[in-house]
């Protein structure tokens, strides 16, 4: 139309405009903005505002305030622009204000403010707004129910979605993700029971759910339920996702062929996300070299990527190659995670390299990082393994925060390995406490107490377990717990 000399209308410049800001144009449209000074098109309700959301897309909010400030006209879908413009931007005081002005607000201006509340976790505000609104729809009540899932009070989400007027799949998946990110699976998998129509979506979340909490055995159950043939729902990206993950829990070589299988039979395009899933299932499944030819297939690595990698070779006993990826990832720029720490010490970890291994974990916060219970974890067991109990257990004692199971765990195995009784009756009375129905830590102390001649304490705790019945443990070290 241009080059043909034609003037466009209003409508083919907002047109224009709108594509440019779907696809992030950051040549376009700004051309286009300069076409609306020469066409006149500056007083058009529509135009202006198709600017404004093509800036505020853009991430430009000086650009598309001082655009919105001149616009003679506004209508109520510009003064939404504007507000949205705020909220993605980070700026939830300006967003407030904005919202604060706006003549006649909206379902949409409602939903925007109260969304950009409970995003951040003020959820008490967002409970306010929602209790002002005039007028409510589905979005407003999932907006409440996603705030509380994220602030992991769910009782609160539930009680909302109880008496929703009505819902849709994404009030379904967020109660579900929300009870899983709580460790909640009975709840999740009841609610997923109550879904009529059943979706891909919904059976993506319960799969991620059972994945994420350690129960692969039902995610895979669930995942081949979703391919009965009588169902016809086709898994996508993230469903296949979660099933690597569980796959990855197992730890059993063949599964690798077997999802490759799913996704060429299921035609799932190849993404640099699934591959780097693919990655942590050969790795943990003791195919390295495997791992290594999808991670050199990636078109982009990422610190994602580089940890599963370095996780991979330390599990495997590649101390060298877990260094050297770690080094080829800091020369990229790409900044290390704690993920990736936790893989670099559980290499030292494998190699017994104890001085290493404690000079990688002070350095996790010369990165910004605080160490997490798991990287705590990691340093017992690799003090611990080599004799160094006393260590060990200073460095339990300054931890900020509380020790979890596998601390304590790691700390028990170590002293079982060296027998010794001092560490190990704190290190089992603590685990005792965590988790009173497991045998392993009974077991563990009282292989101890044998090792050192002790044998009525010994005789006494298996007494204790013959009383209790308690149920045996698969393990006490980090890596189990983690």
Avoid at 19 to 30: F, L
Avoid at 42 to 57: F, W
């Amino acid at each position: 139309m241009h080059k043909l000399g034609l003037c466009p209308t209003t409508h083919a410049i907002s047109s224009a405009l709108r594509a440019c800001a779907r696809s992030g144009c950051k040549i376009g449209g700004p051309m286009i903005h300069g076409q609306v000074h020469r066409y006149g098109f500056c007083n058009c309700v529509y135009v202006e505002t198709s600017l404004v959301d093509l800036y505020t897309k853009l991430g430009d909010m000086k650009m598309a305030s001082k655009v919105f400030q001149e616009m003679p006209v506004k209508n109520v879908v510009s003064w939404n622009s504007i507000l949205s413009g705020h909220l993605k931007s980070g700026n939830l005081a300006e967003a407030h204000r904005v919202f604060d002005e706006i003549p006649k607000k909206d379902v949409i201006s409602w939903n925007a403010i109260l969304s950009g509340y409970a995003r951040t976790g003020n959820i008490d505000m967002a409970s306010s707004l929602f209790h002002q609104m005039p007028e409510k729809n589905l979005a407003s009540w999932n907006a409440m129910i996603s705030g509380y899932a994220e602030c992991g009070k769910m009782k609160s989400a539930r009680s909302f979605f109880d008496v929703m007027p009505q819902r849709n799949i994404v009030s379904w998946i967020t109660m579900i993700s929300g009870y899983s990110k709580c460790g909640d699976i009975v709840s999740a998998r009841e609610l997923f029971d109550q879904i009529g129509e059943k979706d891909h979506l919904s059976f993506t979340a319960i799969i991620a759910c059972y994945a994420q909490n350690n129960q692969p055995e039902e995610a895979l159950k669930l995942f081949n339920e979703m391919l009965d043939g009588g169902r016809n729902i086709q898994p996508d990206e993230m469903t296949l996702a979660s099933v690597i993950s569980a796959c990855s829990q197992l730890g059993e070589p063949r599964f690798g062929p077997w999802i490759e299988s799913c996704i060429n039979n299921l035609g799932i395009q190849m993404d640099d996300h699934m591959t780097t899933a693919l990655i942590d299932l050969y790795a943990k499944c003791g195919s390295i070299d495997k791992a290594y030819d999808f991670f050199h297939s990636l078109r982009k690595k990422d610190v994602v990527a580089y940890s599963a990698m370095i996780l991979g070779c330390g599990i495997n006993s590649k101390i060298d190659d877990a260094i050297m990826l770690f080094k080829e990832m800091i020369d990229a720029q790409i900044l290390p995670n704690l993920a990736t720490f936790a893989g670099l010490l559980s290499a030292y970890s494998h190699a017994g390299l104890v001085e290493e291994g404690f000079q990688c974990f002070c350095s996790i916060k010369d990165h910004g990082l605080v160490p997490s219970t798991d990287h705590y974890a990691i340093m017992v067991d690799l003090l611990g393994r080599a004799g160094r109990l006393g260590e060990a257990y200073e460095l339990i004692k300054s931890m900020p925060m509380q020790p979890h199971i596998g601390v304590w765990g790691a700390l028990l195995l170590a002293c079982s390995l060296h027998n010794n009784v001092e560490f190990g009756e704190v290190a089992a009375q603590h685990c005792f406490e965590m988790e009173p129905g497991t045998s392993g830590y009974y077991s563990l102390l009282a292989n101890i107490y044998a090792s050192v001649g002790r044998w009525d304490d010994a005789k006494r705790l298996r007494t204790i377990m013959e009383k209790k019945k308690l149920a045996k443990a698969p393990g006490c070290s980090w890596r189990e717990s983690s």
